[in-house]
């Protein structure tokens, strides 16, 4: 059997600071009522007070850490997805390892904006199938928060912050982390961006929505293909929680009866790269996702990057390479 990269371990961590679409009404032209039948969303939170992006982040990988059972000096390679680090450069990673206690390990972010997890997924995973990494953290880290224009009510019923980890590790399973299809189209940059002087998310929204959920609907079903598998074989469906309705239309689209598709996106709202683990992790917890589960991934972002991937949950088959 050749060795593949599987994930071992999953934690997360959200700020502590509610904010209710109730909040929002306060300063917004909108209501709650608007929010929940446009979007699901409830909730979110925002980090505020002295709690930094890396703290969570830290946070969610101690978490992940201890779930796989590894001490942070067992981690040879971190990858945070995020485009809201606490500063500009360096980066979050290289801080993120030392406050970690890695023993150096190589560390860098990706922005991929909402696809970023995916990305730093497939990154990790093709560093660890060539024999250069051993064990990876990738984590998704947003304060999207510090990029939101509060007043804009297009965008600010959106956007949220929170940090989920994975722990993805050399092995030899069966499946692991099949080959993931991640893509990306320029043309479509002035749809959802951030201009370096204004430093806020703008965004043209139902044009989004509608390219979100066609890409990731074919890119679930290429996904699907490389793995050699069918949408029958899916037994958790997870989409970036965007918007209760891009992750309902997609699901229809493909095919996944609405007991396979987990959300979360009702106390979370759109938490981008943080997105998808985050889910991962409620939906472990709240026992939807399963040890030798088949789980499907598909983001979308800004740019516009998209991709799917198929992952075999916490694969028990001769771990530890
Ligand atoms: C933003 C989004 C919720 C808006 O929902 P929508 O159903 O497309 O609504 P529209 O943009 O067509 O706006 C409809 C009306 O509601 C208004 N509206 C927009 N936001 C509102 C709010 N928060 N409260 C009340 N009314 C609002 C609009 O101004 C518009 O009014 P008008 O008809 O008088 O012009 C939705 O387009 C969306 O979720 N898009 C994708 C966003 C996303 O996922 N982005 C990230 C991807 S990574």
Redesign the pocket.
């Known amino acids: 059997m050749t060795l593949k990269a599987g994930v071992t371990g999953i934690g997360s961590a959200l700020p502590e600071h509610v904010v209710t679409n109730k909040d929002l009404e306060a300063y917004?032209?909108?209501?709650d009522a608007?929010?929940q039948r446009?979007?699901g969303i409830r909730e979110r939170r925002h980090l505020n007070g002295t709690v930094t992006l890396t703290d969570l982040a830290a946070e969610a990988c101690r978490d992940a850490l201890q779930d796989a059972g590894r001490e942070a000096a067992d981690i040879d390679h971190v990858i945070v997805a995020t485009f809201t680090p606490d500063r500009l450069m360096p980066g979050l990673a290289p801080k993120l390892a030392t406050v970690l206690g890695t023993d150096g390990a190589g560390a860098i972010d990706v922005n991929a904006?909402?696809a970023g997890f995916l990305y730093g997924l497939d990154q990790s995973a093709a560093l660890i199938e060539s024999g250069r990494v051993q064990r990876a953290l990738v984590v998704g880290a947003e304060a999207l928060s510090r990029v939101t224009d509060p007043h804009d009510?297009?965008t600010a019923?959106?956007f949220a912050d929170g940090a989920a980890a994975v722990v993805v590790e050399a092995g030899a399973f069966e499946n692991g982390c099949s080959p993931f299809v991640l893509c990306s189209d320029g043309e479509h940059g002035d749809l959802?961006y951030a201009e370096r002087e204004e430093r806020l998310l703008r965004?043209e929204?139902?044009e989004?929505?509608r390219h979100?959920v066609e890409r990731m609907v074919e890119a679930t079903r290429e996904a699907l293909r490389r793995a050699d598998l069918t949408v029958d074989d899916i037994d958790v469906l997870i989409v970036?929680q965007?918007?209760q309705?891009?992750i309902d239309a997609a699901a229809r689209r493909l095919g996944v009866p609405e007991e396979k598709v987990f959300a979360n996106v009702d106390t979370i709202a759109?938490t981008?790269s943080a997105s998808i683990p985050l889910a991962l992790h409620h939906a472990e917890q709240r026992g939807h996702l399963k040890p030798g589960h088949t789980v499907a991934l598909a983001a979308?972002?800004?740019g516009f990057v998209w991709g799917a991937g198929i992952v075999t949950w916490k694969e028990r088959v001769h771990a530890g390479a």
């Open positions: 917004l032209d909108t209501t608007w929010i446009r979007t904006a909402c009510r297009g019923i959106l959802l965004m929204g139902q989004v929505y979100a970036h965007a918007n309705r891009i759109n981008s979308f972002g800004g």
